[in-house]
């Protein structure tokens, strides 16, 4: 049976949340080993790795199992306190959900905007060949819409037909009313794509192909007000 270690202390708390030393305890997680050996696994700078390595010793997250002998310096073994970890809530720094996420998806949407604008910037003018782009406003049989396009695209909504440059890139917002059933199926699929995007970006990393992006999926419930906030 796996062992858990309950942390409270601040400083065990802030190793966990801090990534690159939290890369460093994975490697004692599994099996024993000396800095040497995680800093080629992590393909990380030794000096850091040691220092990652006396931090969590001294924080109880880490402990020495052995030493081997060798000429000059002793070479040690260490191996991680637990098999696993468990912060309690109210001893973590984002104990308020929503401040977590803002502080989580912060960062993650403001560079999906500056990548996803560069990408459009040169796809609107590379493919202009003299029209202009703009925001439009018109009626698709009974829908109010707004959009963006060039001025001479029909005039129809984005979803019975991209008109505007082709770039790699996607981007959308869909926000009404699902039954529980419905949501549970949305769940599933986008675990499902979610999934195969990993198997794709592993397979690739590893064959060295293809050219680095990003796919952001989420799904979340509103209340009737949010949905307000969320029309054009």
């Not at 030393?21 to 850091?48: C, P």
């Not at 912060?87 to 929503?98: G, I, K, M, Y």
């Not at 403001?110 to 703009?134: I, K, N």
């Amino acid at each position: 049976m796996s062992s858990v270690q309950h942390v409270i202390d601040a400083q065990a708390v802030r190793l966990l949340l801090h990534p690159r030393v939290r890369r460093t305890l994975g490697q004692f997680m599994a099996q024993e080993g000396s800095a040497a050996t995680a800093a080629r696994a992590l393909n990380a700078d030794l000096r850091a790795v040691h220092r990652d390595v006396q931090a969590l010793l001294q924080a109880g997250l880490l402990r020495e199992t052995r030493r081997e002998a060798r000429a000059g310096r002793d070479i040690r073994h260490y191996r991680a306190s637990a098999d696993a970890y468990f912060v309690p809530r109210e001893h973590t720094p984002d104990a308020d959900f929503a401040e977590r996420f803002e502080r989580q998806f912060g960062p993650v949407d403001r560079l999906l905007a500056r990548t996803l604008g560069r990408s459009f910037e040169d796809a609107v003018h590379e493919h202009a060949h003299g029209r202009r782009w703009g925001l439009r406003v018109f009626r698709d049989g009974q829908d109010l819409q707004i959009d963006e396009s060039y001025d001479t695209a029909e005039l129809r909504g984005v979803l019975t037909g991209w008109q505007g440059p082709p770039v790699d890139a996607f981007t959308g917002l869909n926000a009404g009313p699902l039954t529980p059933e419905q949501v549970r199926q949305v769940q599933s699929e986008l675990v499902t794509l979610a999934l195969r995007l990993k198997g794709m970006f592993d397979e690739n990393a590893a064959s060295g192909q293809g050219a680095p992006h990003a796919v952001r999926l989420t799904l979340a419930p509103l209340r009737p007000d949010d949905l307000n906030d969320l029309r054009p």
